[in-house]
T-cell receptor
Framework: GENVEQHPSTLSVQEGDSAVIKCTYS??????FPWYKQELGKGPQLIID?????GEKKDQRIAVTLNKTAKHFSLHITETQPEDSAVYFC?????????FGTGTRLTIIP | DTEVTQTPKHLVMGMTNKKSLKCEQH?????MYWYKQKAKKPPELMFV???????INESVPSRFSPECPNSSLLNLHLHALQPEDSALYLC??????????????FGPGTRLLVL
């Protein structure tokens, strides 16, 4: 089955700086890669996603890049703000099933 | 509207109790999911319903019994749970297109404590 690795497990950045979270996946058949943000006591919320026919996607301060050959994808958050503090999960999707990475706890230091 | 609702928000139950978790969506999604999430871990898939039929059961113990009464509702019936079953139970839904690789929208979860 699919295996998704995510790094780093914790990340602290100064407010206004950029944050990068990286994931690798194992199943070459996966072709949908969402990123979720989970705040304390809440369910995961989709923040951005990318499909395998696209190399990069951007939505305001958030961008995702995908390298299908190397089987890795990354989340980039620019101009970080205190409300970006949360746990972020990457995921890779095969038929009907979503496999999550282990999560990154991002802390924005004011 | 991408809202999935779950009730109750919190649940405390003894090991001999029977309780049910409820999930509802009105986005016309035909796939619905139950996940279990332990603290500091990613969500783990338990069950998938496609067109109101159980399509995936990830070898979940029989003390968890899912039910999909219609295309908008998903229940998880709980009986004789163990303390290690304490967790956040998440419901999600998605469309059923593109070979199943559609965006899953999650509810806020039910935090379950088994005493």
């Amino acid at each position: 089955g699919e295996n998704v690795e995510q790094h780093p497990s914790t990340l602290s950045v100064q407010e206004g700086d950029s944050a990068v979270i990286k994931c690798t996946y194992s199943d070459s058949a996966s072709n949908y890669f969402p990123w979720y943000k989970q705040e304390l006591g809440k369910g995961p919320q989709l923040i951005i996603d990318i499909r395998s026919n696209v190399g990069e996607k951007k939505d305001q301060r958030i961008a995702v890049t995908l390298n299908k050959t190397a089987k890795h994808f990354s989340l980039h958050i620019t101009e970080t703000q205190p409300e970006d503090s949360a746990v972020y999960f990457c995921a890779a999707s095969g038929a009907e099933k979503l496999t999550f990475g282990t999560g990154t706890r991002l802390t924005i230091i004011p | 509207d991408t809202e999935v609702t779950q009730t109750p928000k919190h649940l405390v139950m003894g090991m001999t109790n029977k309780k049910s978790l409820k999930c509802e969506q009105h986005m016309g999604h035909r796939a619905m999911y139950w996940y279990k999430q332990k603290a500091k871990k990613p969500p783990e898939l338990m069950f998938v319903y496609s067109y109101e039929k159980l399509s995936i059961n990830e070898s979940v113990p029989s003390r968890f019994s899912p039910e999909c009464p219609n295309s908008s509702l998903l229940n998880l019936h709980l009986h004789a749970l163990q303390p290690e079953d304490s967790a956040l139970y998440l419901c999600a839904s998605s469309r059923l297109e593109r070979g199943g690789q559609e965006t899953q929208y999650f509810g806020p979860g039910t935090r379950l404590l088994v005493l």
